[in-house]
Structures are given as structure tokens and as C-alpha cells.
């Protein structure tokens, strides 16, 4: 059973930095891309950043640019989300999300396993 597990989410004021954790079972990271999305109160999930299989390529949304950095140790079995420079409209639910398939991807709909995850607000 896949099971994609989410952690390090919490209060942080503006201007704060964060690491989320995904941590994965039931799957061999390393054939796996993988993502991180997010949703706030209200609005609909959102791209925030995938890495590829090989962890050479990696993309991110517009507003997170040069603010966030995605990584992953497949030894682990482990995806991280380093946040940094964090802002209020950061606050959102993140998910971590797997896909099979072979090149990063910001789509949704390729993701097949996400955890439940983990709640992050930016507040002062």
C-alpha cells in the first residue's frame, strides 16, 4: 500500500522559512516524479513544484520562483519543500503527490498518490 506522508507544516511569520517533508512507503521513490501542490481555503489546488525521476530537472509555479526549492533522497525514500522568504498568501494545505511518469510535470491529473497533507500558515 502507497502511503506518501507529509510533515513539518506550522505557523511561521511573514518573511519565515519552512522544510516539509513527504515521506513514502509502499514505492520505490527513484521511479517516481514527484510533486508538491497546495490549497487554500477556498480556492483550488494549486502547483508548487515537481522534480523529476533522476532529480535533474525541476519546475515550480510563478510565485514560487527563487522562494522554494524541491529536492529529494531517494535513499530515504524522503521529497523535501525548503520555503523560504514565506508570505501570508503561502498559507495553504501542501501535498505531496507521485507520479509514474518520466519527466516533471505540473499537471494534477498525473499524480495518482498524494497524502493528506500538511497545513502551513504564514502569519504574524
Known amino acids: 500500500q502507497v502511503q506518501l506522508i507529509e510533515s513539518g507544516g506550522g505557523l511561521v511569520q511573514p518573511g519565515g522559512s519552512l522544510r516539509l517533508s513527504c515521506a513514502a512507503s509502499?514505492?520505490?521513490?527513484?521511479?517516481?516524479?514527484m510533486g508538491w501542490f497546495r490549497q487554500a481555503q477556498g480556492k483550488e489546488r494549486e502547483f508548487v513544484a515537481t522534480?523529476?525521476?533522476?532529480?535533474?530537472?525541476?519546475y515550480y509555479g510563478d510565485s514560487m520562483k527563487g522562494r522554494f526549492t524541491i529536492s529529494r533522497d531517494d535513499a530515504k525514500n524522503t521529497v523535501y519543500l525548503q520555503m523560504n522568504s514565506l508570505k501570508p498568501e503561502d498559507t495553504a494545505v501542501y501535498y505531496c503527490?507521485?507520479?509514474?511518469?518520466?519527466?516533471?510535470?505540473?499537471?494534477?491529473?498525473?499524480?495518482?498518490?498524494w497524502g493528506q497533507g500538511t497545513q502551513v500558515t504564514v502569519s504574524s
Open positions: 509502499g514505492l520505490t521513490l527513484s521511479t517516481y516524479t
Open positions: 503527490a507521485a507520479s509514474t511518469l518520466f519527466f516533471a510535470t505540473y499537471r494534477l491529473s498525473a499524480y495518482t498518490n
Open positions: 522534480i523529476s525521476r533522476s532529480g535533474g530537472s525541476t
